[in-house]
């Protein structure tokens, strides 16, 4: 009897070659910030092995700290999505972010407010 070989599941990569993947998709800075985001949300969501890979994983959510004045669309406020990421970033790395805003729309205070206080430390 012929057996085809088995598919890797997501359990049977290593660690360290997804934790190397799903830093590479963060600091893809040639890709929109709300795509290398949502990657990385969703990749977190995929199996109960990737999860503790890139949750504690401060390198990834430093790169993901987005502020946006205008999210059309989007289920999730710019100062809830900037809280888990800042939440998850830690301090512990170098933080990278991203800021956009339409000319004549005012930046979310709210969002600068926080982050500046995460920066701090306050």
Excluded: Q
């Excluded at 890139?54 to 390198?59: D, E, M, R």
């Excluded at 301090?91 to 004549?104: N, P, Y």
């Amino acid at each position: 009897m012929h057996s085809s070989p088995r598919m890797p599941t997501c359990t049977t990569l290593n660690p360290d070659i997804l934790w190397t993947i799903f830093t590479h998709v963060a600091a893809d800075y040639e890709e929109p910030m709300d795509d290398r985001l949502a990657c990385i949300l969703h990749a977190s969501l995929v199996c109960r092995s990737w999860r503790p890979i890139i949750l504690p994983a401060t390198t990834i959510w430093s790169r993901l700290v987005y502020v946006d004045s205008d999210r059309p669309g989007s289920r999730r406020s710019t100062l809830d999505l900037l809280k888990l990421v800042v939440e998850r970033w830690g301090a512990g790395s170098r933080l990278c972010i991203e800021a956009t805003r339409e000319i004549g729309r005012p930046i979310d205070l709210d969002a600068r407010s926080f982050l500046s206080d995460a920066i701090v430390g306050e």
